[in-house]
């Protein structure tokens, strides 16, 4: 082959391999939930539904192992230790998912149900905030179809933050 179609060869390559990319992102999710210190199957289902979602929009998914946390200085050890590992993996973002249990209504297995979530989200280079919100659970009489329908809100509000 000669070396014009060579040259030519590689710039398509490089070309084509811009388009190429994808956003590398880390989550963990800690599950503040008094009448469990294990973590529920509610909170493994969220995560579940989340790293789906992520992938299936293009995004590469990494995840730290869902916590249960009893306190705030827990947390942030936790964040901590999530960012960090965000940032050696070379992952874009970090984001940090707390799931709120309570006990005043219980799910049919009688597990508390999910009151609401928060997210925060993070540049990994700089560790600033780039945008955090919460989200209140819809509470419907099917738990699954709630966990997925707060997981949906959570994907699209962090969708829409990375890529403003």
């Avoid at 084509?16 to 509610?42: K, R």
């Avoid at 989340?50 to 827990?74: K, R």
């Avoid at 947390?75 to 973002?93: I, Q, R």
């Avoid at 009151?115 to 945008?131: C, F, I, M, R, S």
């Amino acid at each position: 082959m000669g070396t014009f179609k060579k040259n030519i060869l590689a710039l398509v390559f490089m070309f084509v391999a811009g388009f190429c990319f994808a956003q590398q992102i880390s989550f963990q999710i800690l599950q503040h939930d008094e009448t469990s210190e294990a973590v529920t199957e509610q909170s493994y289902t969220v995560e579940d539904q989340l790293i789906e979602m992520f992938f299936e929009n293009g995004y590469i998914v990494t995840n730290s192992p869902t916590v249960a946390v009893n306190s705030n200085a827990e947390a942030a050890k936790l964040w901590k230790a999530g960012l960090k590992e965000a940032k050696e993996g070379y992952s874009n973002f970090f984001i940090q998912i707390n799931l709120y249990y309570t006990a005043e209504s219980l799910s049919p297995k009688g597990e508390a149900t999910l009151k609401k979530a928060d997210w925060t989200l993070v540049y990994t280079k700089t560790g600033e905030p780039k945008a955090k919100n919460t989200i209140k659970s819809k509470q419907s009489l099917d738990v699954k179809n709630d966990l997925y329908l707060i997981s949906a809100d959570i994907f699209d509000e962090i969708k829409k933050a990375i890529k403003a």
